[in-house]
């Protein structure tokens, strides 16, 4: 059983169309949630950490929220450009403090 | 050059070659990583070093070696691999062990075993 989930696994919008992607997690400890875009082709790029409940960090069109089980990423009026997968991950004792990602969600933002 | 840089980017080998995978930082960071990225699965894990320990994922089979020579190189060691080893493999560097480990990632080398 994975220990970070991400859904949904694909989401398709439309530009403008505004929506969220969501990360929850099993494990207990939590020191870190993270979040990464990956572009075809290369590796992931670090977007924001989320250190504790209630937490919110913002960046352009992208807002991530985090809940004692879960996080958000908040995508709002998406372009074209923020196509790309969306990766989650955890950071806990249990893992030696070793990020553990999730599989990620793969935006397509139509124009 | 800034960042993490992987060689080669691409690499296509037969089950019997021998090959190696290189990754350069140049962040200063303390601690380096290998992931293995297949397709609709988690990035996994495969080795870390930090300050010259090593941690490795126990689930990775002896056909992969790595080497680190410092804290700014290193290097996957391929021999005998299988076509279910193709993949994309991920290089990460962080700060290193108590601190935030936000990872910073190389392009990754396409490995494709025929």
């Known amino acids: 059983e994975d220990q970070v989930t991400q859904s949904p696994e694909a989401l398709r919008l439309q530009e403008g169309e505004s929506s969220s992607l969501n990360c929850s997690y099993t494990v207990s400890g939590l020191r870190g949630l993270f979040w990464y875009r990956q572009d075809p082709g290369k590796g992931p790029e670090f977007l924001f950490t989320?250190?504790?409940a209630g937490e919110e960090k913002e960046k352009e069109r992208l807002k991530a929220t985090l809940t004692k089980k879960e996080s958000f990423l908040h995508i709002t009026a998406p372009k074209p450009e923020d196509s790309a997968t969306y990766l989650c991950?955890?950071?806990?004792?249990?893992?030696?403090?070793?990020?553990?990602f999730g599989r990620g969600t793969s935006l397509i933002v139509h124009p | 050059e800034t960042g993490v840089t992987q060689t080669p980017r691409h690499l296509v080998m037969g089950m019997t070659n021998k090959k190696s995978l290189k990754c350069e930082q140049h962040?200063?960071?303390?601690?380096m990583y290998w992931y293995k990225q297949s397709a609709k699965k988690p990035l996994e894990l495969m080795f870390v070093y930090s300050l010259e320990e090593r941690v490795e994922n126990n689930s990775v089979p002896s056909r992969f070696s790595p080497e680190c020579p410092n804290s700014s190189h290193l290097f996957l060691h391929l021999h005998t691999l299988q076509p279910e080893d193709s993949a994309l493999y991920l290089c990460?560097?962080?700060?290193?062990?108590?601190?935030?480990?936000?990872?910073?990632f190389g392009s990754g080398t396409q490995l494709s075993v025929l």
């Open positions: 990460a560097s962080s700060q290193g062990p108590g601190t935030d480990e936000k990872l910073f």
């Open positions: 991950a955890v950071q806990h004792p249990g893992g030696s403090y070793i990020p553990t």
């Open positions: 962040l200063g960071h303390n601690a």
């Open positions: 989320l250190y504790s």
